[in-house]
């Protein structure tokens, strides 16, 4: 029996600019709510697995009747509808765990040096970098292994650049027309995946009584944390050697959202 689903927001349980009740073809639809609303009077909890902030998922928490959050690629778990949360620094040295990772790697050069390197490839994702505790929110278009290649050069090895899927063409694509993509620059050991492996742990849950939903490779990183994966149909060019226990969805967005919904109450 499924007592918990982990969902992605953006690309996933939200379609076009965020919206819950609009399709992949802005279509505006009810299906999404519908299938909340039968997994919220079926008893099983839902926690929202995101990029986000822990203030801005708190807030979501509420707004969609959830009971916590997994925010910052995996790097702050939140419980209790959002009212108390824990960081979690991964291979983070203690050195930089009485600040931000943004204001330590500023204070630095580190990110200063990135940028310039990087100079028309990447930048901060404004405004939704801002208020960041363990991660630093990014995009652009870059070769992640040459990226984390040249920050180990650099003497900061447990640093890992995490692709975190493709933005909205509306958005701005690059100078040779490619989507851009959404990266967080964050300590090692910590991806969704974990984060939601000590969500469970703290709730005495296991595996088998989870399901996540998602759209992209970091959303992947869930699969080998619960009993079944649900990748949307927009995620699939994320999916390829995707480990058996991962279903790719018919449905875009929302739609695939409540394929995995649907699927959860009936297992």
């Not at 890992?160 to 100078?175: E, F, S």
């Not at 490619?178 to 969704?192: C, E, N, R, S």
């Not at 849950?205 to 490779?217: E, N, V, W």
Request: hydrophobic fraction near 45%; glycine fraction near 12%.
């Amino acid at each position: 029996m499924i007592k918990i689903v982990y969902s992605d927001m953006d690309g996933t349980m939200v379609g076009p600019r965020g919206c819950f009740v609009r399709a992949a073809d802005n279509s505006l639809t009810l299906e999404p709510a519908r299938a909340l609303i039968d997994l919220l009077a079926a008893g099983i909890e839902l926690v929202l697995v995101s990029g986000r902030t822990g203030p801005q998922l708190a807030e979501a928490v509420r707004i969609f009747g959830g009971d916590g959050y997994v925010g910052e690629l995996g790097a702050v778990i939140g419980w209790r509808h959002g009212l108390e949360h824990e960081v979690l620094h991964g291979a983070m040295p203690e050195e930089f765990w009485d600040s931000s990772l943004m204001d330590a790697l500023e204070g630095c050069g580190l990110l200063e040096d990135l940028l310039k390197r990087y100079a028309g490839k990447l930048e901060f994702h404004a405004p939704w970098h801002l208020g960041h505790e363990a991660d630093v929110m990014l995009s652009g278009l870059v070769d992640v292994a040459e990226s984390e290649a040249w920050l180990t050069e650099r003497g900061f090895g447990w640093l890992r650049l995490h692709d975190n899927g493709r933005l909205p063409a509306y958005v701005g694509l690059m100078p040779d027309g490619q989507q851009q993509h959404v990266y967080h620059l964050m300590a090692d050991g910590i991806t969704k995946g974990t984060g939601v492996a000590a969500d469970l742990t703290r709730r005495g849950l296991t595996p088998d009584q989870a399901i996540a939903i998602g759209d992209s490779r970091s959303d992947l990183e869930m699969a080998a944390h619960v009993r079944r994966f649900f990748m949307t149909a927009n995620g699939a060019h994320a999916a390829e050697g995707a480990p058996p226990n991962v279903t790719l969805c018919q449905g875009l967005n929302g739609d695939g959202w409540v394929e995995a919904v649907r699927w959860a109450l009936d297992a």
